[in-house]
Nanobody, 116 residues
Framework: QGQFVESGGGLAQPGESLRLSCGYTGPMFIWRHHDIGWYRQTPGKEREPVAWVTSDGRANFKDSAKGRFFISRDNAKNTVYLQMTSLNPEDTAVYYC????????WGQGTQVTVST
């Protein structure tokens, strides 16, 4: 069974951008048939989806992410990306990816901190 490996997080100032990447180590034929979601979690709160892309490439977003976050997938690389723009402190969280239509084990996530 494959694993998810997230990267690209870091420290950003309000208004800046970050691009997250998440690779899946399992077989491509499994990856390409799943909807893929980006989730985030802050201490004391449940993990929540912020964006997801269907197997045929349709993107969906949590209201707070609409117009600021952009999700894309590269099936040839088993990778999903989250381009985050106009970051604000409320975006501070650990970000994870997973199959949106059937959760698997979580990866280690990547920390995003938005602060002056």
């Amino acid at each position: 069974q494959g694993q998810f490996v997230e990267s690209g997080g870091g420290l950003a100032q309000p208004g800046e951008s970050l691009r997250l990447s998440c690779g899946y180590t399992g077989p491509m034929f499994i990856w390409r048939h799943h909807d893929i979601g980006w989730y985030r979690q802050t201490p004391g709160k449940e993990r929540e989806p912020v964006a997801w892309v269907t197997s045929d490439g349709r993107a969906n977003f949590k209201d707070s992410a609409k117009g600021r976050f952009f999700i894309s997938r590269d099936n040839a690389k088993n990778t999903v990306y989250l381009q985050m723009t106009s970051l604000n402190p409320e975006d501070t969280a650990v970000y994870y990816c997973n199959f949106f239509d059937g959760l698997r084990s979580w990866g280690q996530g990547t920390q995003v901190t938005v602060s002056t």
